[in-house]
């Protein structure tokens, strides 16, 4: 794997859903780099790129948008967002603003609870909720966006 490769600094992730013990029996696991992309195919592509490395949000294409100030107020912000879009034990799949960290799936709680973590390691993330085909999209600059994902 060359430095810079998907997945090649996991130890970049929050502690909370790195590896070992204590995340594998909270649910927390990996995605390989196919899963990912697949899941990506399903999600994040399904928007048009932005400068940045965000989405084009034309007016319209979205379910809500948000910002935040500070990072307590952006974890309680998309905390919410979160458990107002899934149910606590449904799985999410979070991914980072850059490949070599993984992607991650995990249980929703397990995202609201670690939210602070989430936005200290990365302002610039996406939250996918494959059963309801929401993306939420969080930005550096405090701007969160929610947003059913159209359909292929």
């Known amino acids: 794997m060359t430095q810079y490769s998907y997945g090649s600094h996991p130890e970049l992730l929050p502690k909370s859903l790195g590896r070992g013990p204590e995340t594998e029996s909270s649910g927390v ?3 390989t780099l196919d899963e990912s992309r697949r899941l990506e195919a399903a999600s ?3 928007f048009p790129p932005a400068s940045g490395g965000s989405l084009e949000w034309e007016d319209g294409s979205y379910l809500e948008q948000h910002f935040y100030e500070d990072e307590p107020d952006g974890a309680r912000l998309v905390g919410g967002l979160v458990s107002s879009h899934a149910a606590p034990d449904s799985e999410v799949v979070l991914f980072w603003g850059n490949l070599i960290m993984p992607t991650v799936a995990l249980p929703a ?3 609201v609870r ?3 973590e989430v936005l200290e390691v990365g302002p610039v993330f996406w ?3 494959p059963e309801s085909h929401v993306l939420i999209e969080c930005c550096p600059d405090g701007q969160v966006t929610v947003a059913a994902v159209p359909a292929a």
């Open 127 to 129: 939250v996918f909720f």
């Open 29 to 31: 696991r990996e995605l």
């Open 44 to 46: 994040i592509n399904r």
């Open 114 to 116: 670690h939210m602070d």
């Open 109 to 111: 709680s397990s995202l």
